[in-house]
């Protein structure tokens, strides 16, 4: 069964510091993994996509990583601002099925 | 803003009743998916629709419904509601049915059966 699990469940930081989400995965064959970016009662947006072959892809003040070997992902956010206070979630693609595979996601509070 | 449109913002009925959640893809999208997100629940897949046709289907209770019509936009019916419905409903697109296409999420319905 295919499986994505996300750590910590829930963080508080301070802002101006960094911090690293962790993602790992069961998802069998692998397609992409996105991280999605969930204000409270809002809809999720993509933050970076990534492929097989990609191990670092970073956009603006997020960095996401990806080890193929280890089905480990991780976003690192630099700088922490108050607005990145979200949820993070994690979603891998399947190549045998149409819905990708969604974690619970990992609840970021910065505190100014 | 991401393109995909939903009405009502938020509803409120009664148990036993029936809603209908509307949602308007991007322009040009042909896919489109429902999604139920409880109180500090992650997202849990309803439904997805491709070009009018059922594409796959999740956890979605036979109390549920959904149809995507000619002119691309879909509606979510939820009947005989339950306490355990009160939820935010997102709607979200694509441009094809393939599997990794990054899904523009609309603002979500927010339900809530009393």
């Known amino acids: 069964k295919n499986q994505v699990e996300q750590s910590p469940q829930s963080l508080i930081i301070l802002e101006g510091k960094n911090c690293t989400l962790q993602?790992?995965?069961?998802?069998?064959?692998?397609?992409?993994l996105r991280w999605y970016k969930q204000d409270t009662g809002r809809g999720p947006v993509s933050l970076t996509i990534m492929t097989f072959s990609e191990n670092t892809k970073s956009n603006g003040r997020y960095t996401a990583t990806l080890d193929a070997d280890t089905k480990q992902s991780s976003l690192h956010i630099t700088a922490s601002q108050l607005s990145d206070s979200a949820s993070y979630i994690c979603?891998?693609?399947?190549?045998?099925?149409?819905?990708?595979?969604f974690g619970r996601g990992t609840s970021l509070i910065v505190h100014p | 803003d991401s393109g995909v449109t939903q009405t009502p913002k938020h509803l409120i009925t009664a148990t036993g009743q029936r809603v209908t959640l509307r949602c308007s893809p991007r322009?040009?999208?042909?896919?489109v998916y429902w999604y139920q997100q409880s109180l500090d629940q992650g997202l849990q897949f309803l439904i997805q629709?491709?070009?009018?046709?059922?594409?796959a289907k999740g956890n979605i209770l036979e109390r549920f419904s959904a149809q995507q019509f000619p002119d691309l936009h879909s509606e979510l019916n939820l009947s005989s509601l339950e306490l355990g419905d009160s939820a935010l409903y997102f709607c979200a697109s694509s441009a094809r049915d393939r599997v990794g296409n990054e899904q523009f999420f609309g603002p979500g319905t927010r339900l809530t059966v009393l």
């Open positions: 993602c790992n995965y069961t998802v069998s064959p692998f397609s992409n």
């Open positions: 322009s040009g999208d042909l896919s």
């Open positions: 629709y491709y070009n009018g046709e059922e594409r």
């Open positions: 979603v891998v693609a399947s190549g045998g099925s149409y819905i990708p595979t």
